[in-house]
Each structure stands twice: as structure tokens, then as C-alpha cells.
């Protein structure tokens, strides 16, 4: 195949999976917007519903979030644009410039957004003979939007900031994001200005690190509630005693007494670290986990640990499978470590083996930093020995509570660390506690029939026509409306391999010059 031939087969290929991405859309489109009893006869809604796009969610493994966009998304290519769906079909127009399409035209009325499309579809196929690129598509759009109506682009401004939100992702690298969609530009050109002049200010008064650097610190700390009720004055003190230490700092020329730096601690709201104690000893650099954010390696578990010392530190113990087999608080710290302190809303969740447990407090196992750490082990020994007797009359009682007690609630948010939903990734403690057999129905308050869901998926259960049924600790199942069935695993807390024993890894994959053994 020469050159040329290589080009005309990828341009053919593109074209059909033009064509597929057409019979997808209309697939999700179909599956969104089937209503209730739809396994035994066809019934179609005349528009998805609030639940159509979970059914999408489970049948693609995908996000809430990423399948309603994609249902909306969908559903105004087969619905109300069918000219994009047809061009799809042809191969014409690829999923990307539809999707830039869609984006500029959802929010005007029918008849421009029909003279929009009209207008940029000729120059969608790569085969035109005035092809766009996508960006030359969204310019032509937008023009074309504001020209047909001058009060387009105000009206898409006011229904896109009544949508503004504070949202954060976890990048691959294991750093996250943050970001403030939607917002008044002049409110953000407010808030960006003073978050550089702080930055600017310290950096004037000799601190070492680069702007960048102060400006992420500052707006986090502004943020989290470290920074509370300071002046600009007091912020910069502050900073200022958090120079890095092999730096030089500029002392002042007179010899005033210098003002005590301001009390600034940020009360960790939202920040839950889940660790096992083996990789806080040192004995392993297994990951740990921020609720919410995803896996972190085991040297900033172990920073995350200190900074949390004064928040509410819980423990689970667990058995040979990884699941828990008690739970608690922890009321000791580590030798020299902050206490508990009420306005610290952090959450450390300390993960132990029974019997690794028992073989440090019996010496069989060793570590340099046990030492610290033993009253958090005998504080977890005794907890887990001692678990405090409930007379029959009282556990009744509780069983028939509509709301469990802190306690069962705390050990079904440790047992259980993520709501229960398909793919749901919501940290058990931002989550309802659901009873399975719903209270109303005779359901009891008791372990075996509690669980977390988050707010969405608790009305899936109560009001959308899905089943929860608990098959076990370890498994729910799901029954959406349409009849699929998807079962969801609840992980063990802890995986079979056990702290301070070999592993046996995989032998590496030969590369390919390399001869297979």
C-alpha cells in the first residue's frame, strides 16, 4: 500500500466509526428513555427521565455524572437534531464536532439552532470542500448564535452561572485538581487578584518560593479554613514561619520584638485518610486512601497522619478474609503527637489484622517507630477485647430505631467505605445510612441490613424502581427497572496479602527483542 492508499484507508475508517458512533448514540438514546416494566413490553418515555441515565451508568461501568452528559448529549443528536444523526450515519460528522455542535446550539430555540447546523454541516466531513476544524466550528457557532439572537449569549451566561459549582478530580500522578466553574469573571478576577498579591507581598518580604508555590498555599488555606477571620497582615506573618528552613529569610534592621505569629489551623473538614497501620509503622508503603480522592503513597499517609492527629481517629480490626470484625474509637495518639482537639473535623481510619495485632503486642513482629505508637496499639487491644456487653432489651430497642446509634453508624461507614450504588465512589461518610428492607417495611436497625447510599442512589432505591438486595457482607445486587442485574462487590478492607510477609510478584513481561523463557 503506498502512501497515498494509507491516507485514503484511514479517512475510510474514520468514516466508519462515524457510522458506529451513530448506532451508539442511538443505543443510549434507546436504553435512556425506556420506562418502568419495559422487559415484558416496549414503553417509551417522550424524553429520559430522572433515572434513564442510570440505567447508561451500569451498562457502560461510566459515572453519573458522565452519563447523563452523555444521554443529553445523545438524545439531542437522534431527537431533536436528527440532521446530525443522519450525518453521523453517513459518516459525514464525527462524535467531536457533533459534540461542538451540541454544545453552542442546545440552548437556543429549535429554529436558530436548526439554521446553525444548517449552516456549519457541510463543513463537518473531512471529505467537504471547505472543511472546518472543531474550533472553526465553535467560532461559526457562536456568531451565528448571537447574530440570529442578540440575547442568546446573555441568556446562556445567566443559565450557565445559575449552574456554577466548586469542583475538584484526581489527576494520574496522584496530585488533584481544583476548580470554580461557571463563576462571575469579575468575582474570580477578585479572588485570583488577591490570592497573586498576597503571593506577590511574601515574596517581597524575602520568602524563597516560587509564586506559583505561595499562590497554591494561600488560596487552599483561604479555602479550608486555615486562614479564618485573618487580616492580610496576619496571613503573611503566618507564611512567613512556613519558609523552608534551609533558606536564609531577611531579618528586619531594628531590633523590635517581633509579634507572635497568628494561630492559623485548618479545621480538615472533608478530610478522611484510611491507612493501615503497618504502613504507618513502616513495615510496608502499601497505598492508603483519602476518601473521595483516590489511592496516596505511603510517605504522604504517613505526613496526612500527623497533620490528622487532633481530628476523630476510628479503627477497624480485621479478620483473615480483610473484612472487619470490630471497630471503634481511638482515644490514644502516638507518644508526642497532638491530641484531639473538637474543632479538627478530620478523620483517620486506622486498618489492622487481628493478627498482626497480636504479633506486635507480643513482640513476635518489630518495628523502629513501634515505640510511639504503643498506646495506640493497646488502645486498639483493649477496644477490640473489651467490646461492651447490650442487654437484649436494649438491642431490641436499637433495632427498632428509624436512625442507628453513632456507634452502628460509625462501624457501618468503616465496614463499608463507599456508597453502595454501580460505580458510586461517594466516601461512606458524606453518604446516607440506608436500611436495605427499607425501616418502613419492617426492615431493622441492625449491621446486616445497613448501608451507605449516596443521596442519588438512595432515591433510585426508594423512588426509581431499582432493587437493593444484600447477598452477603461482601456483595449487593441490583435490579434497575429495566431488569439488568448487576452485582456490586463490597472489597475487604484490607487484601489477603498480610504486612511483613514476602509477596510473591509477577515475574516481568519479556520485552519484545527479549526471548520468552
Not at 116 to 130: F, K, N, W, Y
Not at 249 to 265: F, G, I, K, Q
Amino acid at each position: 500500500m503506498t502512501g497515498a492508499e494509507s491516507v485514503a484507508v484511514l479517512r475510510a475508517a474514520q468514516r466508519q466509526i462515524n457510522a458506529a458512533h451513530a448506532v451508539w448514540l442511538g443505543l443510549v438514546a434507546e436504553v435512556g428513555s425506556r420506562g418502568l416494566d419495559s422487559e415484558d413490553e416496549i414503553v417509551r418515555l417522550p424524553a429520559p427521565d430522572r433515572w434513564g441515565a442510570d440505567e447508561v451508568r451500569t451498562a457502560l461501568r461510566t459515572s453519573a455524572y458522565t452519563a447523563n452528559e452523555l444521554l443529553d448529549f445523545a438524545w439531542a443528536v437522534t431527537r431533536r437534531f436528527p440532521q446530525l444523526h443522519a450525518a453521523m450515519a453517513a459518516g459525514d460528522l464525527s462524535i467531536e464536532r457533533a459534540k461542538v455542535i451540541h454544545f453552542w446550539t442546545r440552548d437556543m430555540s429549535d429554529e436558530h439552532a436548526s439554521t446553525v447546523i444548517e449552516e456549519v454541516l457541510g463543513h463537518c466531513s473531512i471529505d467537504a470542500d471547505r472543511p472546518w476544524t472543531s474550533e472553526q466550528i465553535g467560532v461559526r457557532c457562536r456568531k451565528l448564535g448571537i447574530s440570529l439572537d442578540p440575547d442568546w449569549a446573555l441568556r446562556r451566561f445567566t443559565e450557565s452561572h445559575r449552574d456554577r459549582r466548586v469542583i475538584s478530580w484526581r489527576n494520574e500522578d496522584g496530585t488533584a485538581t481544583l476548580a470554580a466553574q461557571n463563576q462571575d469573571p469579575a468575582h474570580v478576577a477578585a479572588g485570583i487578584a488577591r490570592v497573586r498579591k498576597l503571593a506577590d507581598d511574601a515574596k517581597r518580604a524575602g520568602d524563597p518560593r516560587p509564586l506559583d508555590h505561595l499562590r497554591s498555599e494561600i488560596a487552599l488555606n483561604l479555602l479550608d479554613g486555615t486562614y479564618a477571620d485573618l487580616t492580610d497582615d496576619q496571613i503573611l506573618t503566618h507564611l512567613a514561619t512556613t519558609r523552608p528552613t534551609e533558606h536564609e529569610t531577611h531579618e528586619p534592621e531594628a531590633a523590635l520584638e517581633p509579634e507572635p505569629a497568628p494561630v492559623a489551623r485548618s479545621p480538615h473538614r472533608g478530610v478522611q485518610l484510611t491507612a493501615k497501620v503497618s504502613t504507618l509503622l513502616g513495615m510496608d508503603r502499601d497505598p492508603a486512601e483519602l476518601a473521595g480522592q483516590g489511592p496516596v503513597h505511603a510517605e504522604l499517609a504517613r505526613e496526612w497522619a500527623e497533620k490528622l492527629s487532633a481530628g476523630q481517629w476510628r479503627f477497624a480490626v480485621t479478620g483473615p478474609d480483610g473484612y472487619a470484625i470490630s471497630s471503634g474509637l481511638v482515644t490514644a495518639r502516638p507518644v508526642d503527637w497532638e491530641r484531639r482537639r473538637a474543632s479538627d473535623h478530620g478523620i483517620v481510619d486506622l486498618l489492622i489484622p487481628t493478627d498482626l495485632l497480636q504479633a506486635l503486642l507480643d513482640g513476635t513482629l518489630t518495628s523502629p517507630a513501634l515505640t510511639p505508637w504503643w498506646p495506640v496499639l493497646e488502645d486498639i487491644a483493649d477496644q477490640a477485647a473489651t467490646a461492651p456487653a447490650e442487654d437484649e432489651e436494649t438491642a431490641a430497642e436499637d433495632a427498632r430505631r428509624r436512625f442507628p446509634r453513632p456507634g452502628l453508624r460509625r462501624d457501618t461507614q468503616l465496614r463499608m467505605t463507599t456508597c453502595q450504588g454501580p460505580g458510586c465512589q461517594l466516601p461512606a461518610t458524606r453518604a446516607e445510612i440506608d436500611h436495605t428492607l427499607d425501616h418502613a417495611r419492617g426492615g431493622l436497625t441492625l449491621a446486616g441490613n445497613l448501608g451507605p447510599l449516596c443521596e442519588h442512589d438512595h432515591d433510585l432505591k426508594t423512588k426509581g424502581g431499582w432493587q437493593l438486595i444484600r447477598l452477603g457482607h461482601d456483595r449487593v445486587r441490583w435490579i434497575t427497572r429495566l431488569g439488568a442485574v448487576y452485582d456490586v462487590e463490597i472489597p475487604p478492607l484490607i487484601e489477603s496479602d498480610r504486612p511483613g510477609e514476602p509477596r510473591e510478584r509477577p515475574q516481568p513481561r519479556p520485552a519484545p527483542d527479549e526471548p520468552a523463557a
